[in-house]
């Protein structure tokens, strides 16, 4: 079976510039979180999404947004990036909201 | 969220030692998630733990679920250098977050 999919695998933006991540989760898997790791640090979260349905949100500025699909598949999108959004952005999924979590491969954002 | 402490922050031992590396919160917790991070890899899943004093093993690693359910361990036994990475508690706080600790940096030299 598949595991989580995350597209693109790296990524290069300029300062200012809007980026759109996106995330498959496993067959049957109907929540999808998101998470930002910069070097050194543990994953912080961002945002959790249950059913097409927001259920979390962590301490991000309103640049950052997502959404879940139909098909239970995400999209992360960062408006006005600054330097600072430079990370490792990695997509969970889970079966339920409340099981374990699966993590993708990551999406390596730079902005310059 | 809620910070996990992690220790020690990093270990260097030698292929065939055992391992041991714990993690504390000042909050309870009803999971603890652990997973091992190699570079430019997302983390994988190790062991999930789901009841106070729970001890559970998974090949050579063991993990327990403190008494207190404030704290975890996870033990390495006969490590292997495969085994080198960045390992990282976690737990869902009363919402759907996971929180990590910063993660233990384990090098295992042949």
């Known amino acids: 079976d598949a595991g989580v999919t995350q597209s693109p695998t790296h990524l290069i933006k300029t300062r200012g510039q809007h980026v759109t991540l996106r995330c498959s989760p496993i067959?049957?898997?109907?929540?999808v979180s998101w998470y930002q790791q910069v070097l050194g640090q543990g994953p912080q979260f961002i945002f959790q999404y249950y059913e097409k349905e927001e259920r979390g949100r962590g301490n991000f500025p309103d640049r950052f947004s997502a959404r879940q699909f139909p098909n239970y598949s995400s999209e992360l999108n960062v408006n006005a990036l600054l330097l600072g959004d430079s990370a490792l952005y990695l997509c969970?999924?889970?079966?339920?909201?409340?099981?374990?979590?699966?993590f993708g491969q990551g999406t390596r954002l730079t902005v310059v | 969220g809620q910070q996990l402490n992690q220790s020690p922050q990093s270990m260097f031992i030698q292929e065939g030692e055992d391992v041991s590396m714990n993690c504390t919160s000042s909050s309870i917790f009803n999971t603890w998630l652990w997973y091992k991070q190699d570079p430019g890899e997302g983390p994988v899943l190790l062991i999930a733990l789901y009841k106070a004093g729970e001890l559970t093993s998974n090949g050579r690693l063991t993990a327990q679920f403190g008494i207190t359910r404030k704290d975890s361990f996870l033990n390495i036994s006969a490590s292997i250098p495969s085994d080198v990475g960045i390992y990282f508690c976690?737990?869902?706080?009363?919402?759907?977050?996971?929180?990590f600790g910063k993660g233990t940096s384990l090098l295992v030299t042949p």
């Open positions: 067959s049957g898997h109907k929540s």
């Open positions: 976690a737990g869902p706080d009363s919402g759907y977050a996971l929180n």
């Open positions: 969970a999924s889970s079966l339920w909201w409340n099981t374990e979590a699966f």
